[in-house]
């Protein structure tokens, strides 16, 4: 099983203000990485797939970047709507897992 | 516009079976893969299972393997999981979600039915 592991396990930062998330995979592998975005209350949100590329609608503020076993997610400049928790996961082989979690809250 | 809604849970004690159903609609259901994810309260988001559009594949975590059984019925656009001697681990709202494409990633969620084991 690969395991992730994402860091911070919380992340306070201003609107306005660069964030940058890491996920280390336990093996490594290429490009097979997603990233989520979960607010309490609703379902989780696609952002990012195959380490980089960007899911429909998703702003441009929105980035993915890195390969196995260093992946990174970075939102340039974070809008009030961005405080949430983000998930790295991912599908290079079954069983198919998450990180841990990353919570971004307001500073 | 494209729509996962679940149901079937509900409180149940342990060792007790539950069965969640997934309605889909606004896409072709039959084409796609489909999963099923948990979280528990508290804690973060658990991959449960995997079905391919045929059913000719399915996969299942090492939590779950044995107990539950995720299945589909293509003519009623619907995705199953069967739950079987339920712990008090598999607490959590329980999400179905749709395989993105030819990437096991999932573009499109449910909003979560709760199943509470509760003794």
């Known amino acids: 099983e690969i395991v992730l592991t994402q860091s911070p396990g919380t992340l306070s930062l201003s609107p306005g203000e660069r964030a940058t998330l890491s996920c280390r995979a336990s093996?490594?592998?290429?490009?097979?990485l997603a990233w989520y975005q979960h607010k309490p209350g609703q379902a989780p949100r696609l952002l990012i797939y195959g380490a980089s590329s960007r899911a429909t609608d998703i702003p441009d503020r929105f980035s993915g970047s890195g390969s196995g076993p260093d992946f990174t997610l970075t939102i340039s400049r974070l809008e009030p709507e961005d405080f949430a928790v983000y998930y790295c996961?991912?599908?290079?082989?079954?069983?198919?897992?998450f990180g841990q979690g990353t919570k971004l809250e307001i500073k | 516009q494209v729509h996962l809604v679940e149901s079937g849970g509900g409180v149940v004690q342990p060792g007790g079976s539950l069965r969640l159903s997934c309605a889909a609609s606004g896409f072709t259901f039959s084409i796609y893969g489909m999963h099923w994810v948990r979280q528990a309260p508290g804690k973060g988001l658990e991959w449960v299972a995997y079905?391919?559009?045929?059913?000719?594949?399915?996969y299942y975590g090492d939590s779950v393997k044995g107990r539950f059984t995720i299945s589909r019925d293509n003519s009623k656009n619907t995705l199953y999981l069967q739950m079987n001697s339920l712990r008090a681990e598999d607490m959590a709202v329980y999400y179905c979600?749709?395989?993105?494409?030819?990437?096991?990633?999932?573009?499109?969620w449910g909003q979560g039915t709760m199943v509470t084991v509760f003794s």
């Open positions: 079905i391919k559009y045929d059913e000719s594949i399915k």
């Open positions: 979600a749709k395989k993105f494409g030819n990437y096991d990633a999932f573009d499109v």
């Open positions: 996961q991912q599908y290079a082989s079954s069983p198919y897992t």
């Open positions: 093996q490594s592998f290429t490009s097979d």
